[in-house]
């Protein structure tokens, strides 16, 4: 993934960035693996699209582990 981010878009992007995300098969691949970070990863690019990477930071930081709620 990283790969195709760094190709299409420059190195300071992420798949949230990329105007292929709804239509990109190597994220639905990756997406529809069975386990719940999976589903946790996809909420995730899902609300920075929405809301941005600050409001996203502003959420994470408070996080113990690699994934935890978005919302309230």
Known sequence: ????????????????????????????????????KYRKYQESLEFIRANGYAAFLSIARK???PYGRLAD
């Not at 190709?7 to 239509?23: E, H, N, Y």
């Open 63 to 65: 996080w113990k582990g």
């Open 1 to 36: 993934m990283k790969v195709c981010c760094i190709g299409k878009l420059g190195s300071s992007c992420t798949c949230a960035d990329c105007p292929d995300f709804s239509r990109c098969t190597i994220l639905r691949e990756f997406h529809g693996k069975n386990g719940y």
